[in-house]
């Protein structure tokens, strides 16, 4: 119960960082004042109304939906080295919307970001196949090479894609490491409504994938499906990983931190667990871009630079606790 | 030895056509006029664009081939490639930091120097007192590394104006557009040195391929021995990153590659061969990257990293077959 107080309260400061802090800062009066009784000539008002707010319900969103993502694929694979921005599934979500952009040239368009979903469920199976990461038994090293190679693969055809067209660089720059700067400008509403299809299906299906993390033929005894359990996960990261990634671009790395802090808060049940990750990746997402905007103002790190930056480290701390016997 | 003739053979019809072939198509007549030194736009073409080009694809694959090879031995892991385990990109990134911040230390130096922090990085942290170390967390460590290294260059990308981005982002991808005399002799050189220290030291490796205990038993100095073929490594890498860029997955494809076109077995052939493929995939990557599609000219990271990603994912999906890993 304590843990759960500390990560509310965790939540409740990254918000109001999130909220105050910034190349302006904000007293909590602004913020009430601007809630309560808007003054379109006041500065500050105007910031928190059409900036801070919707960048801060995108980080909400996409930090959650990411955290969720990262949850139900560590579950699904038993690797707590799995991420979608590791694996490769955040590249194939932001290529194909790279694509559809210059395709039909607009790079804020509602039926381009769209394709943030296809290219997640694409390369979700793509780096499962030859990964082997849905037996259950891949290792951490294989299904994480499977990932890097994958990355590779997709970052070749994004730079292929800049030599087409060198005004690419420019909305490249934005795919390759997310922010929530432009979080304004995208479907925030439309994707929110997506991540919460994907969170309620993970949520639904948790159950049934804490059976299945107890091997295939004991979970087939026990009346489970295993390749039904795992196409619905599937789905459920594809649709939680394809809207964070249109609404803030590739944030990688969430995934990795949220599931074991998560584990600690909530115990065994996945269903709390995965309750935990909303929270949390929800929290380190807004920390991370309100630390981004406060390094070097009044320009921004972006975001998704901030969790790498983070990340790397975490990957090898995990990377190193990892048995021997648990690994190859 | 037929097949090491036909892998030789293969490397000069690849140099000839790479001496050919690009956005302006040269006949054999060009490339005698081009090597015996006459004049006119097709001999100046090959001597002075495309000829250094070459020498520098030939010279950056086949260090990369040799360091992968080596690693790969060392480490007894087909994984154990210095871009995998982030040596290439830590070089990479020292000399986008020095060139960014105007340093006017040779690159090289440079290269070299971001490559060894790097692996000495991953070995640090790889390694848990009062046990042993397993290859796999070694390449794990060394992918953390890598993204490390990723995110730092992606932030230092970031903080470029528009123009230094897009030099910078070609560097980080591989290229070898542009590249003169000055670089050829500089891999080639730096190369030849780096290789003939691996030469003195390929008894070494063939009898740590034993196993330490017997390599000890047999008068081995193990970790001495160990540690020069790795710092020898990685400075080849480093050599190679400092003219070509962090090009992914030669040095991971070269040795696997070269073993099995040749079927050597002695660490001495096996490496030379490991030399040769690296210099034939990097030769024919940027061949097909230059002109694989008419009017436009790609990195050849770009290529190298289309070819290298599939032949990962294959090799991992084939080695789950077979049990190992």
């Known amino acids: ?328 | 030895m037929k097949r090491v003739i036909v892998l030789v053979a293969l490397l000069v019809v690849a140099t000839a056509a790479s001496l050919l072939i690009g956005d302006v198509n040269l006949g054999l007549g060009a490339l005698w006029q081009g090597v015996w030194g006459g004049d006119g736009p097709a001999a100046l073409t090959i001597r002075v664009i495309r000829a250094p080009r070459v020498a520098v694809a030939l010279g950056a694959g086949a260090a990369l081939g040799l360091s992968g090879a080596t690693l790969q031995t060392l480490l007894r892991n087909p994984l154990a490639a210095p871009d995998i385990m982030g040596f290439t990109s830590g070089a990479g990134l020292a000399i986008l930091v020095a060139i960014t911040v105007g340093l006017t230390l040779p690159l090289p130096l440079v290269s070299a120097a971001g490559g060894l922090v790097a692996a000495i990085l991953v070995v640090a942290l790889a390694h848990r007192p009062g046990r042993a170390t397993p290859a796999a967390t070694v390449v794990l460590v060394g992918l953390g590394i890598g993204f490390t290294t990723t995110a730092i260059g992606t932030f230092l990308m970031t903080r470029l104006p528009s123009a230094g981005a897009t030099e910078a982002q070609r560097w980080l991808t591989g290229s070898l557009a542009a590249r003169d005399w000055g670089h050829a002799c500089q891999i080639w050189g730096i190369g030849a040195v780096l290789a003939l220290l691996l030469a003195l030291q390929v008894r070494g490796l063939g009898l740590l391929e034993l196993g330490n205990d017997l390599a000890a038993g047999l008068g081995l100095r193990v970790e001495r021995t160990r540690w020069m073929l790795a710092a020898t490594a990685v400075a080849l890498s480093a050599a190679g990153v400092a003219v070509a860029g962090p090009v992914p997955f030669v040095a991971l494809m070269a040795g696997p590659l070269g073993t099995r076109m040749t079927g050597a077995q002695r660490p001495g052939t096996r490496l030379t061969s490991a030399a040769a493929a690296g210099a034939g995939v990097m030769l024919l990557a940027d061949l097909v990257a230059r002109a694989g599609i008419p009017g436009l000219q790609l990195p050849i990271g770009v290529m190298t990293g289309a070819l290298g990603a599939p032949y990962l994912l294959w090799r991992l999906s084939r080695e789950i077959e077979r049990g190992e890993l």
Request: net charge positive.
């Open chain 1, 1 to 328: 119960m304590k843990r759960w107080i500390l990560l509310a309260l965790l939540f409740a400061v990254a918000v109001a960082l999130s909220l105050l802090l910034g190349v302006r800062h904000l007293t909590p009066s602004d913020v009430w004042q601007a809630v309560t009784a808007p003054d379109p000539r006041n500065p500050a008002h105007v910031t928190l109304l059409t900036i801070r707010l919707p960048r801060l319900a995108g980080g909400l969103i996409a930090g959650a939906a990411l955290g969720l993502a990262g949850t139900v694929m560590q579950s699904l694979t038993r690797n707590p080295l799995a991420d979608p921005g590791i694996l490769g599934v955040n590249a194939g979500a932001a290529l194909a919307v790279v694509l559809g952009a210059l395709l039909l040239g607009r790079a804020d368009n509602g039926i381009v970001t769209v394709l943030a979903f296809p290219g997640a469920a694409l390369a979700s199976v793509a780096v499962f196949l030859p990964g082997g990461g849905l037996s259950g038994d891949a290792g951490p090293v294989r299904l994480t090479l499977a990932g890097a190679a994958l990355n590779a693969l997709l970052i070749s055809a994004v730079s292929a894609i800049v030599q087409f067209r060198g005004e690419a660089l420019d909305i490249l720059r934005f795919w390759i490491a997310g922010s929530l700067a432009s979080a304004a400008e995208r479907p925030v509403a439309a994707m929110s409504l997506v991540a919460l299809c994907g969170a309620v299906l993970a949520l639904a299906i948790a159950p049934r994938l804490e059976v299945l993390s107890l091997g295939g033929s004991l979970a087939r005894g026990l009346g489970t499906r295993p390749g039904i359990v795992q196409a619905q996960a599937l789905l459920a990261v594809t649709a939680l990983t394809g809207a964070a990634v249109a609404i803030a671009g590739p944030i990688g790395f969430l995934g990795l931190m949220v599931p074991p802090l998560a584990r600690r808060v909530a115990g065994h049940s996945l269903r709390l667990e995965l309750a935990a990750s909303v929270a949390l990746g929800a929290a380190i997402l807004l920390l991370a871009d309100t630390a981004g905007r406060l390094i070097f103002p009044p320009a921004e790190v972006r975001a998704g630079i901030m969790t790498a930056l983070l990340g790397g480290p975490i990957f090898i701390l995990i990377a190193r606790r990892l048995k021997p016997g648990a690994q190859g």
